[in-house]
């Protein structure tokens, strides 16, 4: 079974930072990407960023250029600092693991994040 578990969510003010990590516990039989995504209250989710082996990065429009998406693999942790922040930002932020090719999917429970004008 594989288990994420985000954090470093919290409250901040317009242009501040915050750095969200994501531990992964467990185990699957895949090459796996990750991925963070944001949902805002009454909002779908969306995509923000993956990456994933040699095929590196991607960001959504709306973050590209203030957030950074970057891993440890032996420390099995997604990270996403976000930098410039902004109230728009706001959302539950959630960590992804997938497998390509798969249908396994893996989702954590996700981190608050607030940003105040």
């Known amino acids: 079974r594989v288990q994420l578990v985000e954090s470093g969510g919290g409250s901040v003010q317009a242009g501040g930072s915050l750095r969200l990590s994501c531990v992964v516990s467990?185990?699957?039989?895949?090459?796996?990407?990750m991925s963070w995504y944001r949902q805002a209250p009454g909002k779908e989710r969306e995509f923000v960023s993956q990456?994933?082996?040699?095929?590196?990065?991607k960001y959504a429009d709306s973050v590209q250029g203030r957030f950074t998406i970057s891993q440890d693999n032996a420390k099995r942790t997604l990270y996403l600092q976000m930098n410039s922040l902004k109230p728009e930002d706001t959302a539950m932020y959630f960590c992804?693991?997938?497998?390509?090719?798969?249908?396994?999917?893996?989702w954590g429970q996700g981190t608050q994040v607030t940003v105040s004008s």
């Open positions: 992804k693991l997938y497998c390509p090719g798969s249908v396994e999917v893996y």
């Open positions: 467990g185990y699957t039989d895949c090459t796996y990407g």
């Open positions: 990456i994933y082996s040699f095929r590196g990065t």
